[in-house]
């Protein structure tokens, strides 16, 4: 029996592209410009503080350089009210807190020192946001049912205040650990919720989490954000969450609130922002 010509172009086809598979692909990428990154922000009930580190090749595995010897300056409605101590590890810590309503920027200045970037960057003034307490937490045993696990949950009762326009972000923490997960990046406006009541009666209560163990201890966050951040927050989730498929839209740098004084097109990675920040915590008990 004769085997037909296609089949062995079939089988070498094949051999090729499995051999073709295994072979190491070296990747360099080219070193991008180096950015000033800031993360920091300032609240009602917590004292200002900011993060200041450079910017690192994609595909390096070192830690991003910090920044330790910078001038940071808080500002309320444009004039300055504080100065940011440098802690350790490019980390500023200031006294300054928040009112609700007015409007918040920093600046960072950066001296000349050898090939990095130096000058003024500034964020964009952003107003404080409001923040209602929350009204009541407690856990509670749920029996099994149709898509629900039986076991120990954590609930919250919260109102958002009256008055449409509101943005916030929430977060939690189990014991001590914030959940940081792309998915964890929770956050919401007032549209549907403006001046109502998450409490299992004109609205669900707020499932913080579970089933979980007895003695676990969850703390929720829930704290006012401007809407620029709302929405930078918004398009860095949706890209973390991104998994490389054919439709994925393709990744592109997140631009913050901070610029280069006197170069608008010269930005800085990350967000400064005001933020009236809510907590609520509470033990898994019996």
């Known amino acids: 029996m004769r085997t037909p010509r296609s089949l062995f172009l079939w089988t070498a086809a094949a051999s090729l592209a499995w051999v073709s598979c295994q072979d190491p692909i070296d990747l ?13 922000s300032v609240g009602d009930s917590t004292p200002v503080y900011a993060d200041l580190s450079w910017s690192v090749n994609y595909l390096s595995e070192d830690p991003n350089p910090a920044v330790e010897d910078a001038t940071v300056v808080l ?30 920027h920093i600046q960072v200045q950066i001296a000349e020192n050898g090939d990095l970037p130096f000058g003024t960057w500034r964020s964009a003034p ?5 923040c209602n307490p ?17 076991g120990y949950y954590v609930y919250a009762h919260w109102s958002e205040a009256p008055g449409p326009g509101d943005t916030y972000r929430a977060r939690v923490w189990r014991n001590d650990t914030l959940e940081n997960a792309p998915f964890n990046l929770q956050v919401f406006d007032d ?18 989490a579970g089933p979980d163990s007895v003695g676990v ?43 280069r004084e006197g170069a608008p097109e010269d930005y800085a ?11 609520v915590s509470w033990t898994i008990t019996p």
């Not at 360099?28 to 920091?40: F, Q, S, W």
């Not at 990675?269 to 907590?279: E, M, N, V, W």
């Open 269 to 279: 990675l990350g967000y400064f922002y005001p933020s009236a920040r809510r907590q």
């Open 191 to 208: 549209g549907f919720l403006d001046g109502r009541s998450n409490n299992g009666i004109d609205l669900p209560e707020i499932e913080v």
């Open 126 to 130: 952003e107003a404080l946001g409001r």
């Open 75 to 104: 500002f309320e409605n444009g004039l300055p009210v504080d100065t940011l101590v440098h802690i350790a590890a490019g980390h500023y810590a200031g006294q300054f807190r928040a009112t609700y309503a007015q409007s918040y």
């Open 28 to 40: 360099t990428l080219p070193d991008g410009e180096t950015r000033l990154i800031v993360n920091g």
């Open 217 to 259: 201890t969850y703390t929720l966050e829930i704290g006012s954000i401007p809407l620029g951040l709302f929405s930078y927050l918004q398009l860095l989730r949706e890209q973390t969450l991104q998994v490389g498929g054919l439709f994925d839209p393709p990744p592109a740098p997140i631009v913050g609130n901070i610029y």
């Open 134 to 150: 929350f009204d009541s937490v407690y856990s509670a045993f749920v029996p099994r049912a149709p898509f629900v696990r039986e």
